[in-house]
């Protein structure tokens, strides 16, 4: 952790964290949203980026301006999740006479992403997770 980040965190156990009673389980299932989260976050933003038709290329770009952390210096499993997607009938693609390979959603994959819209207009389940905290009776 950088020196500047260990004052905050110390600052934040003290104060903030101090009115706050995280019991084992409550952890556990924090850390297992997290998990789920980081293994499907590639494909929701992948996802809401193909509102319109885009080049691999162009998502990759979108990604690393994101800060999409899984893939950098890893810019291949971008093209694994598109294949995949493909493969299961969420995505189709088509070549240009340029030689440039476009990816746009099934209707399928637009059934996907506005159930996913819905679900975020109702609230993050980790936000939610996070909301079950008790205060401290201290």
Same mark, same amino acid.
Not at 1 to 11: I, T
Not at 43 to 59: D, H
């Given at each position: 952790?950088?020196?500047?980040?260990?004052?905050?965190?110390?600052?934040m156990?003290?104060?903030?964290?101090?009115?706050?009673?995280?019991?084992?389980?409550?952890?556990?299932?924090?850390?297992?949203?997290?998990?789920?989260?980081?293994?499907?976050?590639?494909?929701?933003?992948?996802?809401?980026?193909?509102? &319109?038709?885009?080049?691999?290329?162009?998502?990759?770009?979108?990604?690393?301006?994101? $800060?999409?952390?899984?893939?950098?210096?890893?810019? $291949?499993?971008?093209?694994? *999740?598109?294949?995949?997607?493909?493969?299961? $009938?969420?995505?189709?693609?088509?070549? *240009?006479?340029?030689?440039?390979?476009?990816?746009?959603?099934?209707?399928? $994959?637009?059934?996907?992403?506005?159930?996913? &819209?819905? &679900?975020?207009?109702?609230?993050?389940?980790?936000?939610?997770?996070?909301?079950?905290?008790?205060?401290n009776?201290?």
């Open positions: 952790m950088e020196e500047r980040l260990k004052g905050l965190k110390k600052a156990n003290n104060r903030t964290f101090r009115q706050v009673k995280f019991t084992d389980a409550h952890r556990q299932k924090v850390n297992e949203q997290i998990e789920q989260l980081q293994d499907e976050d590639l494909w929701r933003v992948i996802l809401s980026f193909l509102t &319109q038709e885009k080049t691999g290329l162009e998502l990759t770009q979108l990604l690393h301006i994101r $800060g999409v952390k899984s893939i950098i210096n890893n810019e $291949g499993v971008v093209y694994t *999740t598109l294949h995949a997607q493909e493969q299961q $009938g969420n995505l189709e693609s088509y070549w *240009t006479v340029e030689e440039e390979k476009y990816y746009k959603l099934t209707k399928r $994959g637009l059934k996907i992403l506005q159930e996913q &819209q819905l &679900q975020e207009s109702r609230g993050n389940p980790l936000k939610q997770l996070f909301n079950e905290v008790t205060p009776e201290n």
